[in-house]
């Protein structure tokens, strides 16, 4: 964009919207110089936009109080305070899944059913294996 | 770079459940938040909507990785929420027009007249816009953020932005002449 005597409309459009809010160095500066004096539209339009955001910054807001204490209050209500822990432990939650599921997967491929004495390991046990403890 | 440290901080701290370091980033950040709602969809739903804004931050909490300014993400997710707003406004049967919300809205003023009647002016003007353009000014003129910050927050290239600030630009002038012409 610099060094050049000739830009196009948009390229130059962008240079002046952009002096509106930034601090130009010399090589850019020079560049607005020029370009302002091939678009002498583009400085109408520049002060415009400075007339228009004097206007248009009226519709600023101020805070309001208690609006803070109101939205804490709020959120504490949907008791969404959990969901920032939820997000953090939700990796944690789908391995934990995952593990659940493959070892559900692994004591059926074994002995061909879930109940509970499949998943406590005991369905083979005999009575004389509880006497062989004594 | 200071004031955004000082967010960074407030952020660990709300994440790890403190409570007031939230409330702080909502005070910091309310007037912003306020502005950009008021400027898309009028005065009669910035209560409500601005609450959702920050209901949103704070589930999104955790998502906010830093890389962009705190100012340009809760922009965002404020506009993306006037965007909804705007959306359910339409599909409602009963739906008040701008004119309409600015006539109740009247009821309920502390300022003097002569600027609230330039503030009601300036938001039918606004009201006139497309959702492109009135986005555009709304971040631009209202708020007064820069071409790269506008850009960015609308992950439009920065022509773009120029562009659309000048079409909008020359619609209200159209719409703004009588106060145009008194100034």
């Known amino acids: ?134 | 770079m200071e004031a955004s440290l000082h967010d960074n901080l407030l952020i660990e701290r709300a994440r790890s459940g403190d409570q007031r370091a939230f409330r702080q980033l909502v005070e910091r950040y309310e007037p912003m938040v306020r502005s950009i709602i008021g400027g898309m969809l009028g005065p009669s739903e910035v209560e409500d909507v601005a609450q959702d804004v920050f209901i949103k931050f704070y589930r999104a909490l955790n998502k906010y990785a830093g890389n962009a300014k705190l100012s340009t993400y809760l922009g965002r997710i404020a506009i993306n929420t006037a965007l909804t707003a705007a959306d359910k406004r339409k599909k409602r049967p009963n739906a008040l027009s701008t004119d309409h919300q600015l006539m109740m809205h009247k009821a309920d003023r502390s300022q003097s007249p002569e600027r609230t009647e330039l503030q009601d002016a300036l938001q039918q003007a606004l009201g006139r816009l497309s959702e492109e353009y009135r986005t555009v000014v709304v971040l631009r003129l209202v708020q007064g953020y820069s071409v790269s910050e506008t850009a960015a927050l609308l992950q439009v290239p920065m022509g773009t932005v120029a562009s659309r600030l000048s079409r909008a630009q020359k619609e209200l002038q159209q719409y703004l002449k009588p106060i145009l012409n008194q100034g």
């Open chain 1, 1 to 134: 964009m610099m060094n050049r005597n000739k830009y196009s409309i948009e390229e130059a459009r962008l240079l002046v919207h952009r002096s509106l809010d930034e601090v130009f160095d010399q090589q850019e500066q020079q560049a607005l110089v020029v370009v302002l004096a091939q678009f002498p539209e583009l400085e109408v339009e520049r002060q415009q936009l400075e007339e228009m955001r004097q206007l248009f910054s009226q519709l600023q807001q101020p805070a309001k109080p208690g609006f803070a204490a109101q939205v804490a209050s709020s959120v504490l209500s949907d008791h969404s305070w959990y969901r920032p822990l939820i997000s953090s432990w939700s990796s944690v939650a789908a391995a934990a899944c995952v593990v659940l599921a493959l070892s559900l997967g692994f004591v059926y491929y074994n002995s061909g059913t879930l109940e509970t004495e499949a998943l406590l390991g005991l369905e083979d046990i005999q009575v004389d294996d509880v006497y062989a403890f004594e």
